[in-house]
C-alpha cells in the first residue's frame, strides 16, 4: 500500500501544477484547448515514464558530478522520441503545441522527478510515481483547458456548447490563464486543508 502511495500522490498531495507548482508555462501557454491539453499532457507522461525508468536503471553508474547533464541526455532523447511520433501521427496537434513540445526537455516537473526521486530509487517505484505525476499533470491540464475553452470559446473539444452564449474572449488569453490557474490553486489547497484538519479532528 505504501508503495501504492507513490502512484496516488501526483494525483492528489504531490500534484505538480496545483500543489508543487512546476511547468506552468506550458499550462499557462497550451490549456487553450482541451485537445491541447491532452496532447501536451500525453507527451509529458511519456517522457516522464521512459526518462525514469531509465535513470532509475543506470543511477548507481552515473557520477555524481555529471549526472544533471546525463539526465537531460535522457530526457531529451525521449522527448526527441515523443516529438517525432507527434509530427508523424498528430500534425495538427504538433503545430498547435509547437515549440512546447521540445521544451519538455528543460519541464521542471520531469527533471525534478529525475533528481528527487527516479535518481534514488529501483524502478518500478519510479514508474509509479512518473505514472501518478504524469496523470496529474495532465488532468490539471485538461481542467484548466475545459474552464478556458468553455468560457472563452463557449465550445468544448471543438463542439459548441451553446449558440446563444457569447464568451468572454480574455479567456483564451494570458489574463484568463493566471484566472483560471490561480482560483483552482485556492480551490485545490482549500480542500486539501479540509481534509487534513478532518483527519486531525478524526
Same mark, same amino acid.
Given at each position: ?43 509529458? @507522461?511519456?517522457?516522464?515514464? *521512459? ?46 503545441? *509547437? ?30 510515481? @512518473?505514472?501518478? =505525476? ?17 468560457? *472563452? ?17 480574455? =479567456?483564451?488569453?494570458?489574463? *484568463? ?9 485556492? =480551490? ?15
Amino acid at each position: 500500500m505504501k508503495v501504492f502511495g507513490e502512484f496516488i500522490k501526483g494525483l492528489w498531495r504531490e500534484n505538480p501544477t496545483f500543489r508543487i507548482m512546476l511547468g506552468l508555462c506550458p499550462t499557462l501557454a497550451v490549456s487553450t484547448s482541451v485537445e491541447n491539453a491532452i496532447g501536451m499532457g500525453s507527451a509529458a @507522461a511519456f517522457v516522464l515514464v *521512459g526518462s525514469n525508468i531509465f535513470i532509475s536503471l543506470v543511477r548507481k553508474i552515473i557520477p555524481d558530478k555529471v549526472r544533471i547533464p546525463c539526465f537531460i541526455v535522457i530526457i531529451a532523447t525521449f522527448v526527441t522520441i515523443v516529438e517525432l511520433m507527434m509530427k508523424a501521427y498528430a500534425p495538427l496537434l504538433s503545430r498547435s503545441l *509547437g515549440i512546447y513540445v521540445p521544451l519538455i526537455v528543460v519541464n521542471c516537473i520531469v527533471l525534478g522527478r529525475a533528481e528527487a526521486f527516479s535518481s534514488k530509487e529501483p524502478v518500478f517505484k519510479s514508474i509509479l510515481d @512518473a505514472l501518478g =505525476m504524469g496523470l496529474g499533470f495532465t488532468w490539471a491540464l485538461v481542467m484548466i483547458a475545459s474552464i478556458r475553452e468553455l468560457l *472563452g470559446s463557449g465550445s468544448l473539444l471543438g463542439f459548441t456548447i451553446s449558440k446563444h452564449f457569447e464568451p468572454p474572449l480574455f =479567456m483564451i488569453l494570458a489574463p *484568463g490563464a493566471l484566472l483560471t490557474i490561480g482560483l483552482l490553486i485556492g =480551490m485545490f489547497n482549500h480542500f486539501i486543508a479540509r481534509s487534513r484538519s478532518r483527519k486531525t479532528d478524526g
